[in-house]
């Protein structure tokens, strides 16, 4: 048996914190923060927390705020929250109910130093944008 792989069964309930597992397994109720290197939640498996992991297959129902490498969401999967993503591969059938961040490391922009001392501009008003006829 692989000790690095965790299953939470159809008929069980876990809330807390998930670590040292490199793969896991839900089919029943998971209130918890995770990080692993997969996740597979079951069509019958239900995740609330936040999730950190290079792949993940969702076929039941996830909310909270996951960041992943990739993900997998089937015909039956159900997201809400935030996800952050690589790759996204999303079957006929599954539902987004959530914000979508593809490839969640932001670019540092570095400020022009011309540009550093330089004024804010204030947009126009609408009476001073409208051309006069």
């Known amino acids: 048996m692989d000790k690095s792989k965790a ?3 159809a008929d069980a309930k876990f809330v807390g914190t998930i670590s040292n597992v ?6 029943g109720i998971v209130e918890a923060d995770l990080n692993a290197e ?6 019958s498996g239900t995740f609330v927390g936040e999730v ?3 792949l993940v297959v969702i076929g039941g129902s996830y909310d909270g705020t996951m960041r992943a490498g990739s993900i997998w969401a089937t015909q039956t999967a159900q997201i809400a929250g935030e996800i ?3 790759s996204l591969q999303m079957d006929r059938g599954a539902a987004l109910n959530c914000r979508v961040v593809h490839n969640w490391e932001d670019p540092v ?3 022009p130093e011309a540009d550093a001392g330089a004024e ?3 947009p126009a008003t609408e009476a001073e944008a409208e051309p006069k006829n």
């Open 7 to 9: 299953v939470i069964g």
């Open 22 to 27: 490199k793969s896991i397994e839900i089919e």
């Open 38 to 43: 997969k996740l597979s939640i079951g069509a």
């Open 52 to 54: 950190s992991c290079d």
């Open 84 to 86: 952050h993503y690589q």
């Open 109 to 111: 922009v570095a400020v």
């Open 120 to 122: 804010a501009v204030e």
